[in-house]
């Protein structure tokens, strides 16, 4: 497990803890927890107030002068790990009926949940600082330009078999850097990434014992190299895209709200407060 | 804030927030409460009460649901249409009269639901708790462990049953035709046996029984009460040899020489 992906780690064995609960909870009362019952109407609470967690704690951290603890970093983890535990909550808590306003608000929760994985993907393609501050293009050329010292500075003191293999990598990266579109970049980029991986590995089955031990000390280097590059390639698509995203996501995640506030006044109006 | 509020505040976030709010109120102005129904009314047609046959039938959500800040309660609501129950309750008749008899305000909800579909249950009742007493067959003894469905097989629960015994159970082969339906005479309802029997007996029932205690109907009838035998206690080889010894060979019928299970009694007893 990395700890760059814990909120996903953490999301996942919170929702199997509550599915664990959830099934015992059916296997005791012989049915699926309804809706508007103690423990189905206590998943829709918690759930919703992590969903009202996820909408505003990271956007106010992001915004405010004054709420200034925490790294953005980690907000950004803690608002994907309730963006995961809530909808969940909320999708049990629907009892597996999707009709009328629950219906749609819980449509509504999966489309925004999607939206905002993909929101994630585009938001991992721009180069950040450890506090999540955006990198601009000239330290992205301060970047590259330092590490292809230090790649230099390693190929010197290497014997010229390995050499002439980095260099091949190189070029094959150049070149199909060249041939897709930054926009198709931005999509496709894990199996880009996959690919320049074959190929090193490739190139190191060819050297001998020795050259290929130093060779992997090259590995992270290397990666480090291909990242900054790929960043720079797709900098303007990747932040035209996120821009785009925001675009879409904020109006959906606004009506989503609107409408769950508007759900939760029903359920108040026609069941908790119905005499 | 720098300059910005929310993320989900922008014109567009706030835009979008406001058109599904007026299409919320659109379709609540055009087709009523339909988007906040948690489910389809039942749709089982009965009697024409309140212009409709069924449930189903009810379009505006208000015909039931009262204003939580008015002082009507959906109870109020349900007996508009159901005033044959409210009659009940009015004069604490009836199985709703009987059940609502101790409360201050009929609350129809605790026994009955909606909208769970077209075929959906109308009654969901708590076995553990549901007051049977009140329908005047009180659960007692091996009736209380009972399951619902074991009496009421048919699933209706809103037909009453036969409260005699023999609705439920058949008179036994042992004692068939010998008593009258009446079985509270003599069992209770935690268990057929020990019965309890009260009427003369023309045998001592307590012969050969511990002092102040009776036999059990089993040890003289083992089989059916019409007939009887004295070999469940006394040795047959015995007492064959016993009677043959004293020359006598009709001996099957006990009870007509010893009609109160005396030795001494019989036609060859010193007693003569």
């Avoid at chain 1, 004054?66 to 950004?76: D, I, V």
């Avoid at chain 2, 659109?26 to 409709?52: H, Y």
């Avoid at chain 2, 009929?106 to 009140?134: A, I, K, W």
Wanted: a negative charge.
């Amino acid at each position: 497990m990395s700890f760059g992906n814990i909120e996903l780690w953490a999301a996942f064995f919170t929702n199997l803890a509550i599915t664990a609960l959830y099934m015992a909870v059916v296997i005791y009362t012989g049915e699926v927890p309804r809706a508007s019952e103690l423990f189905g109407h206590g998943l829709g609470i918690v759930g919703f107030i992590l969903m009202l967690m996820t909408e505003t704690l990271y956007s106010i951290r992001k915004r405010s002068q004054f709420a200034r603890w925490g790294r953005m970093a980690y907000w950004l983890k803690f608002h994907i790990y309730t963006g995961l535990v809530g909808p969940y909550m909320v999708l049990l808590h629907t009892s597996w009926k999707f009709g009328g306003l629950a219906g749609i608000v819980m449509l509504l929760t999966v489309i925004v949940v999607i939206s905002g994985f993909i929101g994630r993907y585009i938001y991992t393609a721009i180069p950040r600082t450890v506090d999540g501050l955006v990198l601009e293009e000239s330290d992205l050329e301060a970047d590259i330009r330092e590490t292809e010292a230090s790649l230099q500075r390693w190929l010197q003191a290497q014997s010229d078999q390995t050499r002439r293999a980095v260099q091949g990598l190189l070029h094959a990266e150049e070149q199909l850097l060249q041939r897709l579109s930054p926009a198709l970049l931005l999509w496709v980029r894990p199996a880009v990434d996959v690919y320049y991986r074959w190929l090193w590995w490739r190139e190191k089955r060819r050297m001998g014992r020795l050259a290929r031990e130093e060779a992997k000390k090259l590995d992270r280097l290397l990666a480090r190299r291909r990242l900054l590059r790929r960043q720079r390639a797709m900098l303007l698509w990747a932040r035209r895209a996120l821009g785009l995203w925001h675009t879409l996501h904020v109006p959906l995640g606004a009506v989503l709200f609107t409408l769950a506030f508007v759900h939760i006044c029903a359920a108040l109006y026609y069941a908790t407060l119905l005499r | 804030m720098r300059g910005r509020g929310l993320g989900c505040l922008t014109p567009l976030g706030v835009l979008a927030a406001l058109a599904s709010l007026l299409l919320v109120v659109g379709v609540t102005v055009a087709r009523g409460g339909v988007l906040f129904s948690p489910g389809p009314l039942n749709a089982q047609a009965g009697e024409i009460k309140g212009g409709v046959r069924s449930h189903a039938e009810i379009e505006a959500c208000g015909q039931c649901h009262a204003p939580f800040w008015g002082p009507e309660t959906m109870a109020d609501r349900c007996m508009v249409c159901h005033t044959n129950v409210d009659e009940e309750v009015k004069t604490g008749q009836g199985m709703h009269g009987a059940f609502l008899a101790n409360q201050e305000q009929p609350f129809c909800r605790g026994c009955h639901t909606e909208h769970r579909g077209p075929e959906g249950v109308l009654t969901v009742l708590d076995p553990e708790t549901f007051p049977h007493e009140t329908t005047g067959f009180p659960l007692t003894g091996a009736h209380q462990d009972l399951a619902c469905s074991d009496c009421h097989t048919s699933g209706d629960f809103t037909v009453g049953l036969d409260a005699a015994c023999v609705a439920c159970h058949q008179e036994p082969e042992y004692h068939a035709g010998l008593f009258s339906t009446a079985c509270e005479d003599c069992h209770t309802t935690k268990a057929w046996r020990p019965a309890r029997y009260d009427e003369p007996h023309t045998f001592p029932i307590d012969h050969g029984a511990r002092f102040g205690s009776t036999n059990s109907c089993q040890v003289c009838h083992p089989t059916t009460l019409q007939t009887y035998t004295c070999y469940e206690c006394h040795d047959p080889r015995q007492v064959e040899w016993e009677h043959r010894e004293e020359g006598i060979f009709d001996f099957q019928n006990c009870v007509k020489c010893h009609p109160t299970g005396r030795e001494e009694e019989g036609e060859f007893g010193e007693d003569d």
